[in-house]
């Protein structure tokens, strides 16, 4: 599997941005789709990830009612809106696809993007 992540950018703080993962290379039926994130000096962290095959979504703590995330069959896209944007969520934001069981964990994701930056001013 093949991830592009784009979107990122500069915005000020309140604003939104929607970021995008096209993936290519093989059917996401049975696979995770997540992003992360890696802010400077930070590990990097779970953001939020769905389910290809059934649509099923979850967050992290800190992004939930402010991020949403989606996917498009036709495209081979997943999709991570950003509302209400908080200088602390400037960091790298990274798709990823996997097949294991514990999607809030990086290890559990074989395939990666390059990463999009994200910088919110305040």
């Known amino acids: 599997v093949q991830l592009q992540a784009y979107g990122g950018g500069l915005v000020q703080a309140g604003g939104s941005l929607r970021l995008s993962c096209a993936a290519s290379g093989r059917t996401l039926s049975n696979y995770v789709m997540a992003w992360f994130r890696q802010a400077p000096g930070k590990e990097r962290e779970f953001v939020s990830a769905?389910?290809?095959?059934?649509?099923?979504?979850y967050y992290a703590d800190s992004v939930k009612g402010q991020f949403t995330i989606s996917r498009d069959n036709a495209k081979n896209t997943v999709y991570l809106q950003m509302n209400s944007l908080k200088p602390e969520d400037t960091a790298v934001y990274y798709c990823a696809a996997g097949a294991g069981t514990y999607f809030r964990l990086p290890q559990a994701y074989n395939y990666w993007g390059q990463g999009t930056h994200l910088t919110v001013s305040s």
């Open positions: 769905i389910r290809w095959i059934s649509g099923s979504t």
